[in-house]
């Protein structure tokens, strides 16, 4: 289906642009300011508005809020165009609503990837949402029962028998849900950086900013925003309770909890992969090893067989007494060495045996339990 993108701009070489990007695969609305705009996206409903911040009359932000207040365009994802590139304007969008940020002058190219990419956050988001929608109907997680820290105590629990991090990410995000909060978190694994969201999709502006936030200060606020940073995980919560000093006070002293013990679980999870890793490594080493042995040891075997023969043969016999009883002993010495082949061949072996026990190992320890083994948040009580 063609996607409707409606550009908000005062400038006509950006609807130029926008035209040029995007009208193969797109049908186009324009709106020279903030109230056309308006109008336009109440009636038409676009998958995506394109929105200058700087106009005369209603500024950008300023659309963008009114939008995300009106129930028929508040899931419209927003890209807002701007001559600004730092990273205030950037959080000012983001506030606002914004799903993303492109800064002036650009190109087609890169407009048509980043509506590209908006679309497919669109699609996901809206079917991961309806799907969350029915997962918070099942969950049903007593908190007053236990307190915040006999949850946090089950969560430690859960994530101790996660084994990857799409499930360490589902125990993380269900910890959230009685709380009502809208939290995404990033998992700094290894050299990448993996992505999960309570809505499902991670909206482009969100990644940005834990990237630029990542090495950081612990807590980054903005807005009714916090991001909370650990070395291995960065924790956004959208919606804070600023308007409740003891609830937000709380919550910032609980949640360091949480992220002290995912950032252990992450470490713990790159030391056990790359113990198999270097495992795996060796088994290797001591297979080409062993398969070269034994080839040596096979042509090795042949030829000491040959010379056996040529020594109970009667060409021999020309030869002084001396020169036979030196060809004897270095037979007797040829044939020390084969044997000696074989018993490096059978320590081998034993070591590959031994390897294999030890990755059965280590597997057990990174995954001690079945998923079916392990107890729900809604299945354990504490008290």
């Known amino acids: 289906m063609t996607k409707l993108v409606l550009a908000i701009d005062d400038d006509k070489l950006v609807h130029h642009i926008v ?11 324009h709106a020279k300011n903030g109230e056309e705009g308006l109008r336009l996206a109440k009636k ?10 700087e106009m005369p009359g209603l500024s950008g932000f300023e659309v963008c809020e009114q939008l995300k207040k009106l129930e028929d365009t508040t899931e419209i994802p927003v890209m807002f165009l701007s001559s600004r590139a730092d990273i205030s304007e950037r959080m000012r969008g983001y506030n606002a609503g914004a799903a993303d940020y492109i800064v002036k002058p650009f190109n087609a190219e890169e407009l048509l990837a980043r509506i590209n990419v ?25 908190m007053t029962d236990s307190g915040d820290m006999g949850r946090i105590m089950r969560y430690v629990g859960q994530s101790y028998h996660a084994h990857d991090l799409n499930t360490l990410s589902a125990h993380f995000l269900e910890f959230f849900m009685p709380m009502e909060l809208d939290v995404a978190v990033a998992f700094w694994y290894h050299q990448d950086a ?9 909206q482009p502006i969100e990644q940005e900013l834990f990237e630029k936030h990542k090495d950081g200060s612990r807590f980054v606020d903005f807005g009714r925003r916090t991001i909370i940073n650990y070395p291995k995980v960065s924790l956004l919560i959208k919606n804070m309770p600023v308007d409740d ?25 790159e030391v056990s992969e790359d113990a198999l890793n ?6 290797q080493v001591f297979a080409e090893l062993s398969d070269h042995l034994s080839g ?32 004897q002993e270095l037979y007797e010495h040829f044939t020390y060495l084969s044997d000696e082949l074989t018993i490096i061949k059978y320590k081998l072996g034993e070591v590959t045996e031994v390897r294999q026990q030890l990755i059965e190992s280590l597997n057990k320890i990174a995954k001690p339990w079945g998923e079916d083994e392990v107890a729900s948040q809604a299945d354990i009580e504490l008290f």
């Open 44 to 53: 038409y409903r676009p998958d995506i508005i394109l929105l200058d911040v």
């Open 194 to 202: 993996m992505f999960y969201s309570s809505e499902g999709a991670i």
């Open 245 to 269: 000093v003891a609830v937000y006070g709380r919550y910032k002293d609980l949640f360091p909890h949480i992220l002290e013990a995912t950032d252990a679980k992450i470490r713990d999870m």
């Open 296 to 327: 040596v040891g096979d042509h090795y075997s042949g030829k000491v067989a040959e010379f056996q023969t040529v020594l109970e043969s009667d060409k021999l016999a020309v030869l002084e007494p001396s020169e036979r009883e030196r060809l």
């Open 19 to 29: 035209d040029e990007a995007l009208s193969r695969t797109c049908k186009i609305l």
């Open 278 to 283: 270097k495992v795996e490594h060796i088994g």
């Open 118 to 142: 908006l679309d497919d956050y669109r699609k996901t988001s809206s079917q991961l949402k309806q799907d969350v929608q029915r997962a918070q109907t099942t969950a049903e997680i007593a």
